[in-house]
């Protein structure tokens, strides 16, 4: 391999590669021959004690500074540094700014858990910040103030049917008979398109609540009506029982059944 | 390439030393301008900041006090005003005009500021008195004022519980269809209704108020400059006219009211509501409450907005405080840190 | 001593990214009920007897 490198590239790599102490010495005497003369040095070294340690670097300035002039630095090399020094590791005269008990781990520790403070912090923060937004999107107060209807269950005698409107849409309530829920029960469900039982369409068997939309295309039923007792719709023949189920016609499923709920403190009936 | 220069990595057993340190040792580069070190300039700056205020606050509290040089300024508006009134003969417009004086009567008197409680950051409404303020509205104001953005639903859990704001909301009837045969009907109200309008739109309403048309109270208190103490003050301000002002047939003199002359009459007067909590029902108690009310009406995410505000400060110091200890952590190599020349092995010639 | 619970923290905590973020993303959530908790309780306390909650129980018995 190393014999298909270029001569002048591996000899440049070997240069490099050397220590620096083992430099040719064309290299350090050309440094070393720079004339003191090109430098006219008002020479001043300071040199500094911390903690016992001598400072080994001296800064040298061309001039003083006046008023009118700006300090201007001039550095000298260092005389003292051995050239073995290890420069990763910082010089001694930084020990100065040590602390005295330092404790490696502990202070890791330190930063890790300033950092982690910091990071659910703002975690925290953040997922305030998203979730704040979201709520603009959620429905606004007048919107859900309207989404509930109430109904007075005293108003509404046995055997009779109420629509109402709830979200643009009508809402059948019949309060059933005994007769009528027999009836309902009595249905085998082997005999349903859409097989549901009528405890499943309801909360108490006396009330039956369900959206007066028909599965088929969306007309209003008519109440008390059709070949089963329940509902008919006129537009095209759709046949539902007194549980709203569909029994003849083109609809396919039963009438839709709303979340509701008994409100018996109050002996209404919320729909919504 | 004579020489290699390199950096110490530093290690965490580093912390940050102060800006002073850093600077000394990095350049040794002595007292400055402002002192030895930056604590001592902010001294500097400090005491340089305050001697400069007191110097200029004394000087132009001086100049134009000094009746010598009075006359100077004097002269020097005599002649914009000659210079104004020469451009306005030749029909020209000049960059700068003359000051009108202020008119308490065309603007209406300043309030005075009142320390309503929630005025304060930490303080949200007194809830008890948006209750009474509301009685307040309902017995006198609704008589010609309306509410239309203002509904029962709101008052639940602000001032009223749900059942007495149905209460309130079913003494009312609202129209509503149409039903099945088409007619429209009527329907005692629901929490979903607004305030009963005192009237069926503008024109039945300036009919009935001499052509003054009764504001809707919804936003009112963001809707006038001065907001509480505006209405507060003009609530309380009737008084008789200053001699020299004469007020028209129907209008009523009110300092606090742009113009002076307003159509509303004096509306609250001691005793004319009375309150189930024992409060004293003078009028000044009937403004105050009402005003807090209609404020509420304005802004009624105000307590929700206040207490999210003060959270949000307290979690942006803490952010704040760990942003600038992770600012210092991550420097604290760059501050500490000291180039070190490393030479070949050759010796100073 | 000292150093020994050190060492447990870090390698408990701090040694892996993965027990790193599951530590924040728990402390996050903590750090927020115990924010709100102790932010609602200092609004209320600052705030006695003015606010909704604090009246409404001399009405809703009437009902």
Same mark, same amino acid.
Request: glycine share 6%; net charge positive.
């Given at each position: 391999m190393a014999s298909k490198i270029a001569p002048s590239l591996?000899?440049?790599?070997?240069?490099?590669?050397?220590?620096?102490?083992?430099?040719?010495?064309? @290299?350090?005497?050309?440094?070393?021959?720079?004339?003191?003369?090109?430098?006219?040095?008002? $020479?001043?070294?300071?040199?500094? $004690?911390?903690?016992?340690?001598?400072?080994?670097?001296?800064?040298?300035?061309?001039?003083?500074?006046?008023?009118?002039?700006?300090?201007?630095?001039?550095?000298?090399?260092?005389?003292?540094?051995? %050239?073995?020094?290890?420069?990763?590791?910082?010089?001694?005269?930084?020990?100065?700014?040590? @602390?005295?008990?330092?404790?490696?781990?502990?202070?890791?520790? *330190?930063?890790? *858990?300033m950092i982690g403070t910091y990071s659910f912090i703002g975690a925290a923060a953040a997922k305030n910040i998203v979730t704040d937004y979201l709520v603009h999107f959620a429905a606004s107060a007048d919107v859900l103030a309207l989404a509930k209807v109430e109904v007075d269950m005293a108003s509404i005698p046995?055997?009779?049917?109420?629509? @109402?409107?709830?979200?643009?849409?009508?809402?059948?309530?019949?309060?059933?008979?005994?007769?009528?829920?027999?009836e309902a029960n009595s249905v085998s469900l082997s005999e349903l398109r859409d097989?549901?039982?009528?405890?499943?369409?309801?909360?108490?068997?006396?009330?039956?609540?369900?959206?007066?939309?028909?599965?088929?295309?969306?007309?209003? %039923?008519?109440?008390?009506?059709?070949?089963?007792?329940?509902?008919f719709c006129p537009c095209h023949g759709s046949h539902y029982d007194i549980s709203g189920r569909i029994r003849k016609g083109p609809a396919p499923l039963n009438l839709e059944v709303p979340a509701y709920d008994f409100n018996e403190a109050d002996g209404k009936i919320v729909i919504g | 390439m004579f020489s290699r220069a390199a950096y110490t990595t530093g290690t965490r057993a580093f912390r940050a030393p102060s800006f002073a340190q850093g600077r000394m040792a990095s350049t040794q580069a002595g007292p400055g301008p402002f002192g030895a070190d930056r604590k001592a300039a902010i001294a500097w700056f400090t005491k340089a900041a305050a001697g400069s205020a007191i110097l200029g606050y004394g000087v132009s509290n001086y100049i134009a006090t000094d009746e010598r040089i009075a006359p100077l300024s004097k002269a020097l508006s005599d002649s914009v005003n000659a210079l104004q009134k020469k451009a306005d003969d030749l029909g020209l417009k000049l960059p700068f005009t003359v000051a009108h004086a202020f008119s308490t009567a065309d603007h209406g008197l300043h309030p005075p500021h009142y320390p309503w409680d929630h005025y304060k950051p930490w303080k949200t409404y007194d809830h008890a008195s948006i209750r009474r303020g509301f009685q307040v509205y309902k017995e006198v104001c609704s008589a010609c004022h309306s509410m239309e953005y203002i509904h029962y639903r709101n008052l639940v859990g602000v001032s009223h519980t749900e059942a007495e704001a149905k209460e309130l909301a079913a003494e009312y009837e609202y129209k509503d269809g149409p039903n099945d045969v088409g007619e429209m009907f009527m329907r005692p109200g629901k929490l979903t209704d607004a305030m009963p309008a005192p009237y069926p739109n503008e024109e039945a309403a300036r009919a009935a108020n001499g052509g003054a048309y009764p504001p809707d109270l919804s936003c009112i208190v963001r809707a006038r400059h001065g907001e509480e103490d505006y209405i507060f003050s003009l609530l309380l301000g009737y008084c008789d006219p200053p001699a020299g002002v004469t007020v028209r047939e129907g209008l009523h003199y009110n300092p606090y009211f742009p113009g002076g002359a307003i159509a509303m009459a004096r509306a609250l007067y001691d005793e004319v509501c009375e309150y189930d909590d024992g409060t004293p029902n003078n009028a000044s108690q009937l403004a105050k409450d009402v005003t807090t009310f209609l404020s509420w009406a304005s802004y009624p995410e105000h307590d929700e907005r206040k207490k999210m505000g003060l959270k949000t400060l307290a979690i942006s110091t803490m952010l704040l405080g760990l942003s600038v200890w992770w600012k210092r952590f991550k420097w604290s190599y760059i501050k500490s840190r000291k180039i070190v020349y490393k030479p070949g092995k050759f010796d100073e010639v | 001593m000292a150093s020994a619970i050190a060492r447990t923290t870090y390698n408990l905590f701090f040694r892996r990214s993965s027990s790193y973020m599951v530590g924040i993303f728990a402390s996050a959530f903590a750090f927020e009920i115990a924010f709100d908790g102790a932010a609602d309780r200092l609004w209320d306390s600052v705030n006695k007897g003015r606010q909704w909650k604090d009246i409404r129980s001399k009405y809703i018995e009437e009902q």
């Open positions: 591996l000899t440049s790599r070997t240069y490099w590669a050397r220590p620096i102490s083992a430099a040719p010495t064309a @290299l350090t005497a050309s440094a070393a021959k720079v004339p003191k003369a090109t430098v006219p040095l008002v $020479h001043r070294s300071v040199n500094a $004690h911390i903690n016992g340690a001598q400072l080994s670097s001296r800064t040298n300035f061309t001039a003083n500074n006046t008023a009118f002039s700006q300090k201007r630095f001039y550095a000298a090399p260092v005389y003292k540094a051995s %050239p073995d020094t290890d420069v990763t590791q910082p010089p001694r005269e930084q020990d100065a700014y040590k @602390l005295q008990h330092h404790d490696d781990i502990s202070s890791r520790n *330190f930063a890790y *858990f046995e055997g009779k049917n109420v629509i @109402l409107k709830w979200r643009g849409k009508p809402v059948f309530i019949r309060h059933r008979t005994a007769e009528e829920i027999a097989p549901e039982t009528d405890a499943d369409r309801t909360k108490k068997p006396e009330w039956l609540v369900m959206l007066g939309v028909c599965t088929h295309l969306g007309c209003v %039923p008519i109440g008390e009506a059709g070949e089963y007792g329940g509902w | - | -």
